[in-house]
């Protein structure tokens, strides 16, 4: 969580800080990411910085020379690679110090949130380079609150509390338990007194609550059932409210949308609501696979943000034979989704009468 020391440790690491008590031992050169441009001279341009990070990881100028050219290309700024790093964007500073870093050949590479800032393209280089650096041997140390990346790449997981180590192990047990802590806090509390919202002042979510097609509530449901969204609500102004909308986002537990439900999307905006009262939003079917999924919920009133707020409610999707077919599609091999469909011969022969 945030505050938890994750990049004090990363600047105690990087020799940015001097720890008060205590030591460490570090064996080989660091290369860091830090916060955008630590580590940069704003007064020298990105040409003179590569080569002053390479002199402060101990390379010869040689041996600089030699990665110059990968590195500009890597981080896309060839243009101004002799421009004072001063009159770089954020976003230039950050390309030019994660190439810097990762390029440069550092025995661990340290890498705090580079993926919270810059594109979608730049993000996927990054990824792509930090796991070539660990397939080389090398170590790399990856500080995110993004859970997917963080599975992605890393094998081992270190969890903070307050500045204490509280779980360490293989990533997916960490995560996994970094993610139960948070489904209890948020089970905690009810959303009628959920502060973690914005809005909330001319309509408020009061609670949220999943049933099945039989009108049960249930926290669980077969992959492929319908299912319904009844939701709670209260103005409270006291007075009916016009032009509302309502937004159902399906999240994993990652903070991945998976798909949304939107009055707007099927020109069901309400024109006038009572101070309060009960949405209904009904599903077809729900196309998951097994697994665990999370409910955000937005609203908007005369086009302007009302109440919004994430993680509602939580609800699990068990395995069925959707196909009917003996075969359970899983999610660890076959993706989020089931999709209906069929096969058959080009010239229209079923696929079935093959032999």
């Not at 916060?35 to 940069?40: C, D, P, S, V």
């Not at 790399?140 to 094998?155: D, E, P, R």
């Not at 449901?221 to 032009?243: C, H, M, N, R, W």
Request: contains cysteine; charged residues 25%; negative net charge.
């Amino acid at each position: 969580a945030n505050g938890a020391g994750k990049s004090t440790l990363l600047k105690l690491l990087s020799r940015v800080t001097k720890p008060t008590t205590g030591s460490m031992d570090i064996y080989g050169r660091i290369g860091a990411l830090l916060e955008g441009g630590t580590g940069f001279h704003p007064e020298l341009t990105g040409r003179e910085n590569i080569y002053l990070n390479g002199a402060i990881l101990g390379m010869g100028r040689t041996e600089i020379a030699r990665k110059f050219d990968e590195i500009v290309e890597f981080a896309g700024i060839p243009k101004f690679i002799d421009t004072p790093v001063k009159y770089y964007s954020s976003g230039m500073k950050l390309r030019l110090g994660f190439a810097v870093a990762a390029h440069l050949e550092p025995d661990i590479l340290v890498v705090d949130e580079v993926l919270a800032v810059g594109d979608a393209e730049f993000q996927r280089k990054c990824l792509g380079k930090m796991s070539d650096v660990a397939g080389e041997g090398r170590t790399v140390l990856f500080v995110s609150h993004n859970m997917v990346a963080v599975k992605q790449l890393c094998t081992r997981g270190i969890l903070l509390q307050s500045g204490t180590l509280i779980k360490d192990g293989p990533v997916d047990e960490v995560v996994n338990y970094y993610l139960s802590l948070r489904n209890e806090e948020v089970a905690a509390v009810n959303i009628a007194d959920r502060t973690d919202r914005e809005g909330g002042e001319s309509f408020r979510f009061t609670g949220v609550t999943m049933t099945n097609q039989f009108n049960e509530p249930v926290q669980s449901i077969p992959a492929g059932d319908p299912a319904q969204f009844l939701i709670d609500y209260v103005v409270p102004s006291g007075k009916p409210v016009e032009d509302v909308s309502v937004v159902i986002g399906i999240d994993d537990l990652y903070n991945q949308r998976l798909f949304t439900l939107g009055t707007r999307f099927t020109r069901s905006d309400f024109r006038e609501l009572p101070p309060q009262g009960r949405l209904r939003c009904w599903v077809d079917t729900i196309p998951l696979l097994r697994g665990e999924y999370k409910v955000y919920l937005w609203a908007g009133v005369n086009n302007q943000l009302a109440d919004r707020i994430n993680d509602t409610l939580r609800f699990t999707v068990d395995p069925v034979d959707v196909f009917d077919s003996g075969y359970f599609p899983d999610r660890a091999k076959h993706g989020i989704f089931f999709v209906s469909h069929s096969w058959e011969l080009a010239d229209g022969e079923p696929a079935a009468s093959i032999r």
